[in-house]
Each structure stands twice: as structure tokens, then as C-alpha cells.
């Protein structure tokens, strides 16, 4: 099923806002050790990935690259900005549920976790890595219900149509990609991708902050990379 990982994060978005509606009393406390499980987690997934690559040279590449583009078209503060606009424009005030609602939205929706995720489950039907962030967002609604109502729960739908357009668009594009091509894109973009949710595991540790979101542009660069190396070299 193509739409299996954005429609599972969907689902764990709800149910999380669910269980965060009952667990209303949830302490500082325990939501510091749930969020570094979950980055535990997402850690050892990022090692797992980036130990794809067949050649880590073609991933430093691209990433460094791509993090030059990415400081360049300055995409970290785009967002950042985008972010700030959304809740200034809808979460004004008391209003709980448009506070919930955006708030929750930018978290889930706003990062290149879910990008990563939803290329993977296009392009191979891997869907490993929403799962993962499937995980990560029905824990964090749970903190977010807790603390801000059900607006959360509603951020489930943007989510699954963003990533769902993500994946659809993916899974188009692989059909003009020769076999072994797209064998060694899917390892490749793994691995970068890997590299990635390393730095968000990271970030989420507060071990880091990494301004992941300028490393997006690497993928593409990575795909011209292996094009031009499969088709002149």
C-alpha cells in the first residue's frame, strides 16, 4: 500500500491525541524521559540507514553540498519564519484549539524527517522511517493534548496529505528510473537520509543544534550525482 506510512502516522497522531486527552497530568518529568526514548530510538535507526551507503564519498558530498545550498537559500529560516507566521496568524489569543491545532501541525510537518520518510515509501515502499516518525509523533500528542487540548488531533490530516502528495510524486517520478538505478538511489538516499535523522535525534537530545532542514537540498544532489555517474562514467 503506498500511502501506508503517512496514513499510520496519521493514526498514531490521533491516537496519541486520545490517550493525551485522558493522561491530562502529565509531569515535565516524564515527558523529558519520553522524548529522549524517542530519540534513543531514532538514533539507532539513523546509524542503521547511513551503514546503507556503498559510497560514503558520494554521501559527504552531496550532504556538504547540500548544506551549502541549503545555508545558501537560507531553507532553516524559511521555515523557522513560516512557523512563526502560522502561529501568530491562527494561534492567537486563547484559543486552544487553533494553538493546538498549528503548533502541533508545524512540529509533525515542518522537518525533514517526514520528507526523507515519504521519498523512501514512493520510491521502494519502505515505509521504516515514517514508522518511526509515526512513534515519534503519537507520543509527542500525547505532551501536545496534555498540554494544549484537541486542537492536536486535527494535525493528523495535514500531515497525511502533505507526506501522501510527497509519496504519490515519488512513486511517478521511479517509473522513468532504469532497475539498477534506483537500487543504488534508494541505498544512497538512506544512507543521507540516515545522516539526517542523526542530526534530529540529536537535536531532540539537546545534545546538538544542528540546522538540519539545510541539509534537505543534499538529496537532490545526491540523485544527480548517481545519474550523471550511471549514465557517463
Do not use: W
Not at 496514513?7 to 529522549?36: H, P, W
Not at 529560516?77 to 508545524?106: W, Y
Not at 525533514?112 to 523512501?120: H, K, P, T
Amino acid at each position: 500500500m503506498l500511502l501506508l506510512g503517512s496514513a499510520v502516522n496519521c493514526l498514531a497522531i490521533i491516537a496519541g491525541s486520545f490517550s493525551g486527552i485522558v493522561l491530562r497530568n502529565i509531569t515535565e518529568q516524564t515527558k523529558d524521559t519520553v522524548t529522549k526514548g524517542i530519540s534513543l530510538g531514532v538514533i539507532a535507526l539513523a546509524i542503521q540507514m547511513s551503514l546503507q551507503a556503498s559510497s560514503f564519498i558520494i554521501i559527504i558530498i552531496s550532504i556538504c553540498l547540500g548544506g551549502m545550498i541549503g545555508e545558501f537559500l537560507k531553507i532553516e529560516d524559511s521555515m523557522t519564519r513560516l512557523g512563526l507566521f502560522l502561529e501568530n496568524r491562527f494561534a492567537r489569543g486563547n484559543n486552544n484549539f487553533a494553538e493546538g491545532f498549528v503548533t502541533a501541525t508545524l512540529i509533525y510537518v515542518i522537518g525533514s524527517m517526514g520528507i526523507i520518510g515519504a521519498i523512501e515509501s514512493g520510491v521502494s515502499g519502505n515505509h521504516q522511517t515514517l514508522f518511526t516518525k509515526a512513534v515519534m509523533d503519537g507520543f509527542m500528542s500525547i505532551m501536545l493534548t496534555a498540554s494544549l487540548g484537541i486542537g492536536v488531533l486535527f494535525s493528523a490530516f495535514p500531515v497525511l496529505i502533505y507526506q501522501g502528495a510527497i509519496t504519490i510524486f515519488a512513486s511517478f517520478i521511479v517509473r522513468y528510473l532504469p532497475p539498477e538505478l534506483l537500487d543504488s538511489l534508494m541505498n544512497e538516499i538512506s544512507a543521507i537520509g540516515g545522516l539526517m535523522i542523526l542530526a534530529i535525534g540529536l537535536n531532540v537530545m539537546k545534545l546538538t543544534k544542528i540546522r538540519v532542514s539545510n541539509y534537505l537540498p543534499g538529496i537532490l544532489v545526491l540523485i544527480i550525482i548517481m545519474v550523471v555517474q550511471y549514465f557517463y562514467f
